[in-house]
């Protein structure tokens, strides 16, 4: 096991937030719609990336030990998000309750070599995994700068 560690930083810019790992960056935003100024992806936008990334990372990690041979990849996903004015839910708060996601190669293999391999790659990815099985999360506490 090892631990990797994120921070945020909101901005002063309506509902950006500034996300940081490992010297490198990323802006998160919301649309304008909603409040936002739309120059970033959302948060939930960004965890179903961070779930494709992963998964096509995996796939090019493994196709060599798989013998499985593909030009490119690509997935296409989709979430349906429960809100929390949804007075059945309201108590849960907001959430995803669904991720739809196709899988894309290009290549010469078989279709059932594809399933296989595909099958393989959901098994490995560390998003989909903590998505599935679920994440506890531990708030170790709130400072006042």
Known sequence: MHTTKVTTKKL???LQVECNAHNLKIILDEP????????????VESMMSSLGACQTVV???LAEFQEFKFEEMH???EGD????????????????????YSIH??????????EKFAE???????????????????RTGVVID
């Open 12 to 14: 002063k810019d309506g």
């Open 32 to 43: 304008e719609a909603d409040g936002g100024t739309d120059i970033g992806m959302n948060p």
């Open 59 to 61: 796939a090019a990690m």
């Open 75 to 77: 997935m296409e996903l």
């Open 81 to 100: 998000i429960i809100d929390s004015d949804d007075d059945e839910y309201y108590e849960e708060g907001s959430r995803v309750s669904e991720i739809r």
């Open 105 to 114: 190669f290009k290549t010469d293999e078989p279709q059932e070599k594809a």
């Open 120 to 138: 393989l790659i959901g098994s490995q990815c560390t998003v989909g995994n903590s998505l599935i099985k679920g994440i506890k999360l531990v």
